[in-house]
């Protein structure tokens, strides 16, 4: 077996959640939107949604989607993301997932086509705010 070593980011984030809505028993949507660098140097914008579902004991699974663009808006790439999700009983959130992104750019955002990566971050419950940082599962 070969290990495998996660190296340099691909994208650092900074964000915020901006709306959420209960589905129902255990289950809240949420949309986000953050700034981020891609690749050390090309701005970003990404806006998402996903869908989490409490499993108990301060931690919940969530899937969901979202477009980063460049920050001219000129390209833009589309993923899908599952991940988990831990409540400290002080209201920090630290999350993990995994994004699988597509997209036809021929540009800055090629990079991304077909790329699966791995992210991880913390976030404060009372504010929103939240920090992202991505690697490229290779």
Known sequence: AQASTLGEPILVENGKITSQSQLG?????????TNGTLNGSIEVTNTGSYVSTSIGNNYATYEGQG??????GSETASYSLIG?????????????????????????????????????????????????????LK
């Open 25 to 33: 028993p255990n289950r809240t949507q949420f949309t986000f939107s």
């Open 67 to 72: 477009v980063i663009s460049t920050e001219d």
């Open 84 to 136: 988990t999700d831990n409540v400290t009983q002080d209201g920090q959130v630290t999350f993990r997932g995994s994004v699988a992104y597509s997209t036809n750019s021929t540009g800055n955002l090629s990079v991304l086509n077909n790329m699966v990566g791995f992210f991880k971050g913390e976030g404060d419950i009372k504010t929103g705010n939240f920090t992202s940082t991505e690697w490229e």
